[in-house]
Structure formats: structure tokens, C-alpha cells
């Protein structure tokens, strides 16, 4: 079993969505939900303390807004409020520098199944206001402290906005890890930081003399701010520069940071802190800890059937949309993306007015929910301090395991998820091929197909057309790079499209012609898609080579047909059946040995595809290229709607195995030792070769140390001087404190001494006779692999990215922050077309900005700088992008 893997260095609502619309039709009924396993019993005082405000806006069983209300009215006369603010008709006003901002506050019903709920959340509602909504089945206790810290919160975004500064912090009052703290073991307090202080402040004073109920909600709400952690199971993994607190040390620096930074809330965090070390409190904090516990597994083992709901609901929604008139409405707000960025987005943004049509007010277009959110047991970069998502109800590390690890894709996934859930997030299930911006000229010829109110045309891979008032690109970074070809290497190949059958075959001297999908010479229009992925265009009737073509297509097919037998390097096309010996010159099958003539598909009973793969459970083969079936004895095609469903599942299996993987689709949990080909796997790691840097950071304890071997280089041999080279070649932005996890990272010793290393890399990738891939490398080579892995990027000009979807015609100008300098999106200039996440800072994208690329180029990557180290020059992070589009929605004008 051989792989070769290539790389390259790498404020919400409560009631109907979580985001804009706040009466919508799509969100989560009371529908029920497979019942969960998990029941957490801990007695009425353990479980209200550990539920807190995180988790307990449900813990009465009977909803009441009426007592909800009179709650709220009564903690707002009686206060704690935010400095400077005041109540009016029951709303809060806090002083903005020009006029007071508004802050309503208001019960709710809380959506979907789950069993608990966060018992208040804020939203802006846009420059001017937010509106605070709490729990109506939240106990009157915490909706106190919820409105205490939700008011503060708010009131510190806004102060902050005011003196235009927006600090770029995610909250480190968080049990678990913490990758924040200075050399002076302090860290900066994000606005629910803050938040959360004055409530624990508010139970703080009143002890030593409370009730039981009190300081049990005191020792819950420390444990939950990360003030009470204990000494994680194992060792945090460390590595110079980056050395994240856990345990006792993580929790001393939070609470120096709260009595440096707020000191007016010391004395009652000291006598919480005072209550947690008594003898007498120990038990009480050992059930809090358990029942907190139980209540992330029954959240994790509920999420995912709450996430198939809405997929489900997405589904409804689309063929409901389908089946109506040709032309839809104008569509208000149209979201393109449907991960955690288009999530934020949608959570964060203002609430948009919907026109009375039966079309939601804001819609994402999306065919599916983002790469980052379907990795499985895979960890992320960074742990969950630093993948905060704003609006979400919950945060990854409420469906963590391990908060002192890094954020497994599943948590972060049910995170994302779950929030999408909740908010009623609809999703039209499509993907975006095309957008148009209104034509700026008045005449009647242009503007004849446009509706009134549209500014913008979408069009989609099922070929409907959309129209929107406003629109926002959140779709990633784009499609998986491919390789391509190398330029001295294409004499005597023929690379075809799988999609369209077209080919472009290069003569002995590399000049190419255009080949229709029958083989015969072809001069009219090439498809768009055929001509992108073969690198040609055609003037006046003769192809242009614009590019090398590529090596895949997007589906990970390979491009070149001809089918190698690795074990004579003869090979043939199946679709021309022209065989060849391994010089490549045509041949006549006839005259080869009737073992290889089979192998190569010629065969007594006529020539059958050497690219069927059969499934050892059943009667049947399946081809990899198209997914047609056949009998795996006669070669004799089957209907696939004739199959059992639990067949075809096995045979789509076997297709996605032997295409090749981008990146995301192939990760470390692939290679587990369940598996039974983990024991006699070969990887071999390819990287492109770098030059040789004069320093290089040193490696931690068991783990490649690229500092040491620049250090052997200068005194080596010509042949370890070279080993040394390629081997640092796999050293940049991927050498980091996930990469090198002991056992597990990528250049831990363990993982990295077995594995087979070059920067030779592939410029032939072709499907064998045995069911695997073969390769050749520039010095022709030949290799054979089970399964090859390209993670070598991404690319947002290609077919679906940002950059292609917009075209060069839309010039994109800075969305910049509160202190006119921060770079948080992108925008056309009208300014309701916007680019946010991770797209916004790819090169294609800001290309689009014209002469202003450079310096912004150059100002993101310093935004980038200044991140936390797990999250350090990773401008395309999560940690990175969540809270700029949260702050860009703040003032979003449509």
C-alpha cells in the first residue's frame, strides 16, 4: 500500500435565525429529533450551576415571555448597567460619541430541540442599535446576570467604536488552552470577556455571605470563564515561540489579567476564587465538572441530527424553488457560500426586509456546508479560543473533548452546523457558475432583462437564473489547486477533458491540435470548461496554447487516458484501443502475450476497460472515470437505478477511492491504525524544491529540527547536502505546533523518519492495470501508488472561485474598520457587493483591486503578523476572518 502525498508548505438571536430575518419560515421547529442516549441527572443546584449562561436558556420546562419581561424590567432598574448608561422605555442607552446608541432588550422563544440554549444573545441591528434577546425559559437568576454581561458586552463594542478601534482578540475567559498570554502572562479581554467579568463581579460581591444557589453559580460560571482549570490529562505540546498555557498556569493568567485590566472587579473575583479554594467547595466543583461534562456529550450526540434537519429543510427549500416559475423574485440579500464564513455572515448580519414574495430575505447559495466543517476526527490549526464565531450559539469548544487540544473538524463542524441550524439558515442547494453587476449605463437595451430592484445576476450549475438587491461572496479560497503538466514534457501526449470527451494532442515537436470527442480534428468553439482544463484557446479555427493542461480535472480524474501495466510499461487508450509499447509508439495487441493483451482489456470475448474496478461483494464492476457499472464477469453494462441502494453505496465508494484526492479530502485519520493496510503502507511526501534559507526555526523534542540540520549543511557532504535541502524544502508555514504533535504531526519523528521524501514530483498521472495510479517524475521515473493526495492550495480564478465568478469587470475597493485602517472585506462601489473570509485575501481576488493590490497585499499580511502563534501569518484563519465580518456587518448599508 503506497501513497504519495504532494503539498505546498504550507452577535446572535434567539428567536426564528440567529441572523437577519426574525421571523423566518425556515427556521427549526419544535420538531422532534432522535431522542438522545445521553441524560445528565446531576440534582437541580449542580445542574443550574453548570448550565450557566452558556447553557442554561432552558431550564425551566414551561416558556413564559410575560415572566420573562418582568424579569427584565426589574434587573434594568435595578441594574448593574454599563458606565454612562441609562434606561428609556425600557431600552438602554449607552453614549456612542455622537449620539446614544439603543440596546433593546426582549424575551424570546428559543428554537430547535436541543436541550439547552445560551440564556441571552446580542445582535446589532446595524451603526445605531442592538437588540438583546433572552431566553423565556431561562430562571430569573441567570437572565440577571445574562443581561449584565450581554449590556457590558455590547456597551465595549460600542465604546471601542466610538474611539475607532476595534481590538482584533477572540475571548480568553474560556475553559481550556490558552494561546494569548504575553511574556508578562497576561492576555487581552475581548468585549464578552469583559461581559462576562462584571456578572461574575455581581456574584462576587455578594459573597462570602450568599446563598448555596449563589455560590454555586459563582464556582460554575469560574469554571466555564477558564479561572478553576485543572491540569490537563496530558503534557500541552510546546514549541519555541509558541507556548500555550493549560491547566492551573492558564487559569492564574486570567485572573491577573482581569485584576490588571479591570481592576474595579478584583475584589469580587477574589472572593469567588476565595470560595473555590475552600475545602468545603471541592465537591461541589467536582459535580459541577461532571454534569459540565455530560452536558457537552448530550450537545455533541444531539448536534448532528439537528444539522441533517436543516440540510433536509435546504433541500425541501431548493426543490420547492425549483418547482416554481422560471424566474424567481428578487432575491434581498444572496449569500454565496455555505461554510463557516457564509455562516458568520449570515448570523452577524443586520436584519433585511423581505418583500412579501416567497422567497426568504436572505439566501445562501451553496451545493454544500464548507471543507473545513467535514474533515472528521481531524484537528485544526488552532485550538478553540482561537476559532470563535461570532453570533453562534455555541462555540466549538462546547463539542470539544479535549479544550486543551486542538479543535477537532468535528466539533468546529457541529459548531458551524448547529449555528446554521438554529438560525433557519436557508440554503438554495446549487453552485454559482456566474455573477453579473448591473449595468451602469441607462440604456433601455441593457437594462431590458434586469427587474427593477436587482443590482446583481447570478447564474447556477442548474441553469437558473437569480437576481439580488445585495450580494456577499463568503466561498472560501477556492477550488483545489491542480497540478499541470510540465512544459518540456508534453511532446507525444494526448490530455482529454472526462467532462466533454474534447482533446488537445501534442505532436513529437509539442505543437498542439484540437480533437473533437469521436478523435477527429476539430476547429469551432471549444466548451469554456474543456478549453480551461486543456490549457487552449481557439482563434480563427487553430488552437492557442494559452498554458500547460492540467494533469486532473476538478472531479480528480486523471486527463490523460492511456492506462499503464506497471509491470511492462506497455499501456492503451480504452478509448481509441490503440496500444503502446513503454516508448510510447503504437503497436498492434495482437502481437503482445495473451496475459498482457488481458491486462490491457484485450480480451477473447471482445476488449473490456482496464479502469474497472469490481466490488468484492457483489456481482458488479464500476468504471472511476464515469460510474457506470458493469458484470464483473462478462463486462456487460447494468443500470445503476436497477441496484440496491446499499450496492451503490459500496460502488460510489470504490469510485471516490481510485480517483486522486485534493486536500481536506484525505487526512490523518485516513491513515489510522484500524486500518489494515496501516501496518504495510509506504507514503512517499513530494514538495517542490525551495531554495536554502540562511536560518530556520529549531524543532521541539521529537520532532524534525530544521535549525539543526541547516546547522549540519554547512560542514556536510555533497550527497547529505542534498538530503538536507530537499528535506527543508518541507519546512514553512505548515512547521507548526499542530505539524510537529508527538505520534501525530506530520514532522514528528515518528511520522516523519519512515516516509519516503522528494522534490522530484509527478508529471504523468495515469490509472494502471492493477487498479492504482502511475506516475513518472522528470527524469522518467516510473512509480506506482494506491492513492495519491495533492494539498498544494487553493485557487480562487479558477471555475467556481470568487475571482472567476466576478470576471475582471468588477473592480473591488477595501472594507476597512472603525479606525479607517484595518482591512476587514472587500467591496464593489456600491458598496453592497462585498467579498469576505478567507476569499478576500486571495491573490485573484485582490487583484480585482487594481493598483491598490500591493499595499493591501502588504497590510493584510501585517494584520496577519500580529495573530496569536497558532494562528501567526495564517491570514486565511478562521481566527483570522470571524470577527471582521462580524465588525463589517455592524455598518453594512444596503
Known sequence: MRTLSLWGGIGAVLVGP??????????LTTTEVQAAAVVCAAPGPIAHASAGLDFGGKELSTASAGRTAAVIRAALTAGPLPAGARVVGGQVLIPDGRRSFTISVEPTRMPGTLPYAPVATAHFLG??????????????????????????????IVTDRAAKRRPDVTSGLTEGVLTTADGAGRIPLSPRDVGRVAALRALGDQLPTASAQVKNTALGAAISMGLLDEEPARPVHRMEGNAPLAGTAAAAARAASVRTLLPDSAAGLDKVLDLARKADSQATLKDIRAERDCERRALREQADGVIAQRTAADA??????????????????????????????????????????????????????????????????????????????????????????FVMSTAF???????????????????????????????????????????????????????????????????????????????????????TGYQAEFDPDAKVRILDPQGEPFTGRLPASAGWLLGVQMVDGEPKKLYEPFLL?????????????????????????????????????????????????????????????????????????????????????????????????????L??????????????????????????????????????????????EGALDPKGLRAEWDSATASRKAEIQRDLSFVGGGFNRRNTLPAIGAFSLPVWQPTLRT???PVTVRYTTTGRFGTTDLQGRPSTFSRIVYTIGQEADYPGGAAAL????????????????????LSDKRRTLRVLGAVHVTTAVLRLTGAAQPALTDKIKKQADVLPPDARTIHPSIRYHAGRIAETNRTFQR
Not at 667 to 696: H, I, N
Request: glycine letters at 10%; zero cysteines; proline letters at 10%.
Open 127 to 156: 451603526q445605531d442599535a442592538a437588540v438583546v434577546r433572552v431566553s423565556d425559559r431561562a430562571t430569573a437568576d441567570l437572565i440577571r446576570q445574562a443581561l449584565t454581561a450581554r449590556l457590558t458586552e455590547v456597551a465595549v
Open 553 to 653: 480535472d476538478p472531479q480528480r480524474r486523471p486527463t490523460e487516458r492511456r492506462v499503464i501495466d506497471p509491470e511492462s510499461r506497455y499501456s492503451v487508450d480504452p478509448g481509441t484501443r490503440a496500444a503502446y509499447d513503454p516508448d510510447g509508439a503504437r503497436i498492434d495487441p495482437a502481437n503482445l502475450d495473451p496475459a498482457l493483451r488481458a491486462r490491457l482489456g484485450f480480451r477473447p470475448g471482445g476488449y473490456r476497460d482496464p479502469r474497472l474496478v469490481p466490488d468484492q461483494e457483489s456481482p458488479y464492476s464500476v468504471h472511476p472515470m464515469t460510474g457506470a457499472v458493469a458484470l464483473t464477469d462478462t463486462g456487460e453494462p447494468v443500470d445503476r437505478t436497477t441496484l440496491p441502494a446499499r450496492t451503490l453505496l459500496r460502488l460510489d465508494g
Open 655 to 700: 469510485v471516490r477511492a481510485h480517483r486522486v484526492q485534493y486536500g481536506g479530502q484525505n487526512t490523518s485519520a485516513d491513515y489510522g491504525p484500524d486500518d489494515d493496510r496501516y501496518v504495510t503502507r509506504q507514503v512517499t511526501w513530494g514538495a517542490r524544491p525551495a531554495k536554502l534559507g540562511s536560518d530556520y526555526a529549531p524543532g521541539p
Open 316 to 405: 425541501e427549500l431548493t426543490k420547492t424553488l425549483n418547482a416554481r416559475a422560471a424566474q424567481l423574485p428578487v432575491i434581498p440579500h444572496v449569500i454565496v457560500g455555505g461554510g463557516w464564513a457564509a455562516t458568520v455572515d449570515y448570523l452577524t448580519l443586520p436584519p433585511v426586509a423581505g418583500t412579501g414574495a416567497d422567497v426568504p430575505p436572505v439566501l445562501a447559495l451553496s451545493a454544500g456546508y464548507g471543507v473545513v466543517n467535514n474533515l472528521g476526527d481531524f484537528r485544526l490549526t488552532q485550538p478553540a479560543m482561537d476559532n470563535e464565531l461570532p453570533g453562534a450559539p455555541f462555540q466549538p469548544g462546547d463539542f470539544a473533548e479535549d479544550r486543551n487540544d
Open 759 to 761: 522534490t522530484d514530483l
Open 18 to 27: 440567529l441572523g437577519p430575518a426574525a421571523q423566518s419560515a425556515h427556521a
Open 413 to 499: 463542524g457541529r459548531a458551524v452546523g448547529v449555528a446554521r441550524a438554529l438560525a433557519g439558515m436557508p440554503t438554495y442547494q446549487a453552485t454559482v457558475t456566474g455573477i453579473e453587476s448591473r449595468p451602469d449605463a441607462p440604456g433601455a437595451s441593457a437594462l431590458a432583462d434586469w427587474p427593477e430592484d436587482a443590482r446583481y445576476r447570478l447564474t447556477t450549475s442548474d441553469e437558473r437564473t437569480l437576481y439580488a438587491h445585495s450580494l456577499d461572496l463568503a466561498t472560501g479560497l477556492g477550488p483545489s489547486r491542480i497540478p499541470q503538466a510540465a512544459g518540456d514534457q508534453l511532446a507525444g501526449r494526448t490530455f482529454v477533458d472526462p467532462a
Open 806 to 825: 466576478l470576471g475582471s469587470g468588477t473592480p473591488l475597493i477595501a472594507v476597512l474598520g472603525p479606525d479607517g485602517e484595518e482591512i476587514n472585506g
